[in-house]
């Protein structure tokens, strides 16, 4: 179902994963190159142990109906420092560690945390996608870079955001009332389907259900295993 060879080591510096982003944002793809979407994921990590140890979490939902399918959550030791613009390499092992739980790979994912809306446009949606040559989405809860006016207060609207000249994923009312979110493709899957999904996938609160179910998984709060429909 995944990989069976990485593509790069995880204990690296920040130059050498400097250098590992630039060669893998070169395979990123932008465009729609999605089959079927019967299922849809969420995938998440929390630390613990003062950072020492990833619990990451994965929770598939069947689409568009939204109930929870299939889970997977696993604990391992952390690997790479917090270092801003490198989650990626900080959280994909334990990530990938509990997609390889699953009975099958879910059609869509979508990240906790940016695809290209990054300053190397290789945020944690955009690595995974490339790994698993797999359709993912950037869902991030705060402004990581880019510049943006401000987005109407209507359930729906969104307005891009750009950074040197391109645009790299929009921010997203997802709820009237509430902060938006910011959307970025993550690998195989063009902006304004990525929109579509991320709303497809958010009927009534702020985060897409997937996020929701897959931080409660990854945090303290999700110890105990979610009932499967």
């Known amino acids: 179902m995944l990989p069976n060879n990485p593509r790069h080591r995880w204990d690296v510096s ?34 613990l142990d003062e950072g020492a140890t990833t619990r990451a979490a994965v929770a598939v939902l069947d689409f568009p109906a939204l109930t929870l399918r299939e889970q997977a959550v696993i604990t391992q030791p952390t690997t790479f420092p917090y270092i801003p613009g490198f989650l990626s390499f900080r959280e994909i092992p334990a990530v990938m560690a509990a997609l390889s739980q699953l009975s099958a790979l879910p059609d869509l994912i979508l990240c906790d945390g940016h695809g290209i809306m990054h300053p190397r446009r290789m945020g944690i949606a955009a690595h995974l996608g490339v790994l698993l040559n797999h ?11 880019g510049s943006y006016p401000a987005v109407p207060d209507e359930r729906g609207a969104w307005v891009p955001v750009t950074h040197r000249g391109e645009t790299i ?45 897959a931080d409660r998984l990854a945090s303290a709060r999700g110890q105990r295993p979610l009932d499967v429909q």
């Open 135 to 145: 359709p993912t989405i950037g869902v991030g809860k705060s402004h990581l870079i």
């Open 169 to 213: 994923g929009a921010v997203l009312r997802t709820r009237v009332g509430v902060k938006p979110l910011y959307v970025s493709p993550g690998h195989r899957i063009s902006l304004a389907t990525a929109i579509d999904y991320v709303m497809a996938c958010t009927p009534k609160y702020r985060l897409p259900e997937t996020t929701r179910i």
């Open 14 to 47: 920040p130059d050498e994963a400097v250098a590992i982003q630039a060669e893998l944002r070169q395979e990123v793809i932008t465009e729609d190159r999605l089959g079927p979407i019967r299922t849809v994921a969420g995938v998440d990590a929390g630390f």
